[in-house]
């Protein structure tokens, strides 16, 4: 965990500064604000949870592993702070029997609070399938709930990419998405609105699930990131 360079939080102070101007015999008086130095941590986020009694305002930057980003303890918690941040999970190969409901493939526990009223969750998943007409099944899950799915199937289709949003609805326990349709991975849905009530003042969990109608195909997930925009 180290120290890096200074990112004003602190109040200013002036300090001021006299200005000959030769010939002219013009002297002019102005005052520059000086910020005072302030400091962020840079380290993982095990290590930003593992800091003691932070001050309200310390900002943390996390630049590798889980959570990456910009967060700000205040007073209580360390929350998302100017802009998204993101998280990455490793590849994954799914192969075997049918499966006969959906099959949980990756998961991220959202902590307490980061979302806000108004934030958003995007997750994006590409990857490889068998190319073959039998059914491909890619679902968002938010708090247990099914918030969205596409489908795929056809012969030369050999790979996926997935993109869902799940925004919180003006409140911390509602939630809307794209509707439950069968339009494969198109902005435009067959569905009306799909909502939720979520409560995400409280840690909640949000998960990419697959399933493949077909034994001895195969589904690999060969990237995956979630991405959290708090408000």
Known sequence: MTQASAYPVATPTN??????????????????????????????????????TPATNQLFMITSGNWQGLFR?????????????????DPATFT??????LNLAKQVVIPAGWMGTKGYLQITAHGRHTSSANLKTYA?????????????????????EYRRRVWNANSASAQVAMGLGTRSFAQ?????????????????????????????????IDGFMLELYPS
């Open 15 to 52: 300090s001021d500064f006299t200005l000959g101007i030769t010939g002219a015999g013009i002297v002019k008086k102005f005052s520059i604000p000086l910020i005072a130095a302030s400091r962020w941590i840079e380290g993982t986020y095990a290590e930003m949870l593992a800091v003691v």
């Open 73 to 89: 303890y205040d007073g209580a918690k360390w929350l998302p702070y100017g802009g998204g941040v993101r998280t990455f999970t």
């Open 188 to 220: 435009e849905e067959d569905n009306p609105e799909r909502t939720a009530t979520v409560d995400t003042t409280v840690n909640q969990t949000i998960a990419f699930s697959i399933q493949k109608d077909t034994a001895g195909e195969s589904i690999s």
């Open 140 to 160: 968002l899950q938010f708090g247990g709930q099914v918030l969205g799915y596409s489908q795929t199937s056809g012969v030369g289709c050999f790979g996926y």
């Open 96 to 101: 075997g029997a049918a499966d006969t409901a």
